[in-house]
């Protein structure tokens, strides 16, 4: 396995690499989808959930759904 | 053209303007209620467009047809003409945010794929202008094979222009171009259609198509809304179709999403482009800093005072003008009508009750003004994203910070503004524990029975035990509800599982005409809905305290010198005679039946256990004030047993009670408009008067025999 979104620090820009879990239709229809480059912007002040921008979107995710999403920088 | 009268859906993502448009469109021909049996909210009207009345309907918010959650899947069921308490559209505009078009286009490429009449509406063109994206709207149509009509709903000539786009619609217009879904994908969706859709279930004909997608993606029967008898078929053949497309070394879960993508890319590809390099935009500026870590939550704690300070303050003027409008209303009915029952049932039981309805309209007001204006505005979210880290640790929700906070002025508006939080068991979760937060209806209770009771001793030089006591009965509340919060998640069945994604909309200034249109909508439902319940309960309330009718001469003959004729007619009503009743039950938490009168009556709001405690001690008018009843409190000796009836026990045992158990009629009332079902407001009522009884109980029994 590789590196998640979860264990990235902003500010950065990733790949997305996959999509793992059980429940991904949602995160996928929100068009995190393989291939796309999302950036990192910044964390919540307790660490979660985390700020990202993809496709030109804001988006708030919890490090549950961050865990489910596989990157390379 | 379309002469005839339409229904016309608008369906969109949350966070595209869509109220905005149908405020536009249907001005103040619209009504606003919940749908049958559960809490999503219905907005229909009516707008004219060349001469034609057509019916509007604005759906739930929703980001796909693959629904998530219950709006999302009332938004389907309607579009699909199933939902049996919606009208079948005619025509679909969905709505989109031209300044993130990708995702809004994945919806409305599945409305597409239902077969009927749609129209994209590219809205906040302004928007997207701004942060540099140009939008081709007539490639777009061509690509999409639909009419695409850009607005910005903000000023009237995209109203005008949608209206005349709506006028000039060919609704015999042949289907759409559909995205091709992949052989692999083609050949499982044939799959499902023909071995189970088809042949087994009765879903209808323009919905077969993404019924089978979203079995497809879903591998299961997911919440099915559509009856069928033979799960084993169905089950076989989604899962030969699924197995189908991993054979081909596909994802089942991914592949329609990222074709209707791919699909998307090529519409939008030459038809939307970004100037030059992504420019930072407005929006972010302002995000590095109300979302930064220290000085995000320092702000929201900032807007939060603001906001509470307004309510405690702007709303008392108002609220005590509603009082005195009440009492003199009712002094006058009561001097101008001829004495009697009907006197008494109109002023204190009708016109108390409606008075104790309005009195709540100006903090429900204020509250979802600003409400209204930080979800206009964008920075709910912000909010939400910056305090979710603290409120996960509780078993919360960051957009549970607002409605729990609005419970210390009130549980009513906090309640209401709880359906800010879209997940249901948050939201929920929420409702149930809010009325632990001390409200200001408990403050004359609390005041009286420390002022009474708490020694003024100080302690560690600059604190009185007394405010002491007064900040452990709000802290107490606030971790009581943390608690009940915490256990509530272990409980409650996760259910289908609901994604916590949550999208960052763009900073705008807010529609005032949907923010005061909104606010105006809060405080009529309250009246209007949760209103009739508190007069009615109001009713039984006088009927309780007011009957059997104790007579002049059975006064005269009974009664002891000192006490007034109120005292013994409230002993001898039913209220009296529940006090009598519940006594042994509430003996061992140190209540006698004076007390047990006054849990009943201070049902219809806590504070008016103080009133009952003058009413009992036969306390004048002309000398009733705190002072006189406390004296009375603490002088009060029981005959059998000599001793005081009020120790410190007691008292202590009682503002626990006050703390926790559910002593509010309004906020049962509210509940159960909020929940749409009275299991919420019993289920709230059982167990926080439960939890009072135990904490009271054990609270009584430790400091009386210690």
């Known amino acids: 396995m590789g590196i998640f979104l979860s264990d990235i620090q902003p500010p950065e820009k990733v790949t997305v690499i996959n ?55 | 053209m379309s002469s005839e009268p339409l229904t016309i859906a608008l369906v969109g993502n949350p966070n595209t303007g869509k109220s905005t448009i149908f ?29 034609v009345l057509h019916k509007i309907i604005d759906l739930p918010g929703a980001y796909s047809l693959n629904y998530k959650k219950l709006d999302e899947r009332i938004a389907y069921e309607t579009l699909i003409g199933s ?103 083609n050949k499982a969706i044939e799959t499902v259609l023909d071995e189970w859709i088809e042949p087994y279930t009765q879903v209808p004909e323009r919905a077969r198509y993404i019924e089978a997608l979203r079995l497809i993606s879903e591998g299961e029967f997911n919440d099915p809304f559509y009856k069928f008898e033979q799960p084993g078929v169905g089950k076989k053949a989604i899962a030969k179709a699924r197995k189908n497309i991993e054979d081909e070394g596909a994802n089942p879960v991914a592949l329609e999403v990222l074709q209707r993508y791919n699909f998307i890319s090529d519409c939008t590809s030459g038809a939307s482009s970004q100037n030059g390099q992504q420019k930072r935009t407005l929006t972010d500026k302002i995000d590095a800093v109300v979302t930064h870590k220290v000085a995000g939550p320092a702000i929201f704690a900032l807007i939060l005072l603001f906001m509470f300070q307004a309510i405690f303050s702007w709303a008392t003027p108002f609220m005590d003008m509603i009082d005195l409008f009440f009492v003199e209303g009712g002094n006058w009915i009561a001097n101008t009508l001829p004495p009697g029952m009907l006197n008494d049932l109109l002023v204190e039981g009708v016109i108390a009750g409606l008075g104790g309805v309005v009195i709540f309209i100006p903090q429900i007001l204020f509250l979802f003004f600003f409400i209204y204006i930080l979800e206009g505005t964008g920075y709910m979210a912000r909010a939400a994203f910056v305090m979710d880290g603290f409120m996960t640790k509780v078993g919360l929700h960051g957009r549970s910070v607002v409605p729990l906070m609005s419970g210390f002025a009130c549980a ?45 001793t100080t302690v560690l030089g600059v604190f009185t035990l007394q405010g002491i006591t007064f900040f452990g009965l709000y802290i107490f509340g606030i971790v009581m509800a ?79 010198s000192t006490e007034t004729i109120e005292s013994f007619q409230l002993r001898h009503s039913f209220a009296g ?97 909020e929940t749409n079902s009275w299991k919420w407001p019993v289920a709230m009522f059982s167990y926080m008067t439960a939890l009072a009884y135990i904490c009271s109980f054990i609270a009584f029994q430790l400091i009386s025999s210690w």
Not at chain 2, 434 to 449: D, I, K, Q, T, W
Not at chain 2, 506 to 518: D, E, H, L, M, R
Not at chain 2, 605 to 621: D, F, K, Q
């Open chain 2, 482 to 560: 943390v608690a009940a919060a915490a256990v509530m998640k272990k409980i409650f069945p996760t259910g289908q599982q609901t994604p916590f994604i949550m999208e960052l909309p763009s900073y705008k200034i807010p529609t005032w005409a949907v923010v005061f249109q909104n606010t105006a909508e809060r405080g009529k439902v309250f009246v209007t809905e949760a209103g009739k319940i508190i007069v009615a309960i109001s009713i039984v309330l006088w009927f309780l305290a007011s009957f059997p009718k104790a007579g002049t001469e059975q006064y005269e003959a009974e009664a002891s």
């Open chain 2, 83 to 185: 939902y049996e308490h919606e009208e079948v559209p005619d025509l679909v505009l969905v709505i989109a945010d031209a300044s993130n078009l990708d995702r809004n286009l994945y919806l409305a490429t599945q409305v597409m794929d239902l077969n009927m009449p749609v129209v994209l509406v590219l809205n906040m063109m302004d928007i997207a202008e701004q942060n540099g994206i140009t939008i081709n709207a007539e490639k777009i149509s061509k690509a999409l094979g639909i009419p695409v009509v850009p607005i910005s709903a903000k000023n009237k000539e995209g109203i005008e222009t949608l209206k005349k786009a709506i006028q000039d619609l060919d609704l015999t217009k042949p289907d759409p171009l559909k995205w091709v879904p992949s052989k692999a994908l």
């Open chain 2, 577 to 673: 005679k529940f006090g009598k009743l519940i006594e042994p039950a509430i003996e061992p938490i140190g209540f006698d039946w004076k007390i047990g009168i006054s849990l009943l009556t201070s049902f219809a709001a806590r504070e008016v256990m103080v009133g009952t405690l003058n009413t009992i001690y036969s306390i004048g008018e002309e000398d009733g004030d705190h002072v006189t009843l406390k004296e009375k409190l603490i002088n009060d000796i029981n005959p059998e047993t000599g001793k005081p009836v009020y120790s410190i026990a007691t008292a202590i045992s009682l503002m626990i009670f006050f703390a926790l158990a559910m002593q509010c009629m309004s906020t049962i009332a509210i509940v159960k408009r």
């Open chain 2, 23 to 51: 405020n536009a469109l249907t001005g103040l021909r619209q009504k606003i209620a919940n749908y049958p049996g559960i809490t999503v909210e219905r907005k229909a009207g009516t707008t004219i467009i060349g001469g």
């Open chain 2, 412 to 456: 009513i508006p906090g309640i209401m503004a709880a359906r800010t939080i879209e997940n249901w068991r948050d939201r929920i979760i929420t409702i149930m524990v809010l009325p632990f937060m001390a409200c200001s209806a408990r403050l004359p209770v609390y005041a009286l029975l420390i002022a009474a009771f708490i020694p003024a």
């Open chain 1, 19 to 73: 999509i793992h879990g059980t429940d991904t239709t949602r995160l996928l229809e929100m068009g995190i989808t393989p291939g796309l480059e999302i950036e990192i912007i910044r964390k919540a002040p307790l660490g979660f959930p985390m700020e990202i921008k993809v496709r030109g979107y804001l988006l708030s995710l919890r490090e549950s759904e961050a865990k489910c999403i596989e990157v390379a920088s």
